[in-house]
């Protein structure tokens, strides 16, 4: 009957629980979601970077590369 209640455990209860955690058992919990959670930050702006380098990609203008050519093949 416990797993049950701890498996619906809302985010206060969960705070309240982890407060009653020996202190080493909490640094290891923060640690355990600190590095969690930078894994996922990491992923996030990965795509993120990605994302901006397609759109740079797409709205590079080739006009003026156009211009530099006509400038050199005139001659």
């Known amino acids: 009957m416990n797993i049950l ?3 619906i455990m809302t ?3 969960l705070q309240k629980q982890v407060l ?3 202190l080493n058992e909490r ?3 923060v640690q355990t979601v600190l590095e969690s959670t930078q894994k996922e930050t990491q992923l ?3 795509k993120g ?3 901006r380098l397609r759109g740079i ?3 590079a203008n080739t006009s003026s590369d156009n211009n530099i050519n ?3 093949c005139d001659s």
């Open 5 to 7: 209640k701890f498996l």
């Open 11 to 13: 985010l206060k209860e």
């Open 20 to 22: 009653k955690l020996p």
């Open 27 to 29: 640094w290891q919990l």
């Open 44 to 46: 996030v702006v990965k």
């Open 49 to 51: 970077n990605l994302s």
């Open 57 to 59: 990609a797409k709205g």
């Open 70 to 72: 006509g400038d050199y």
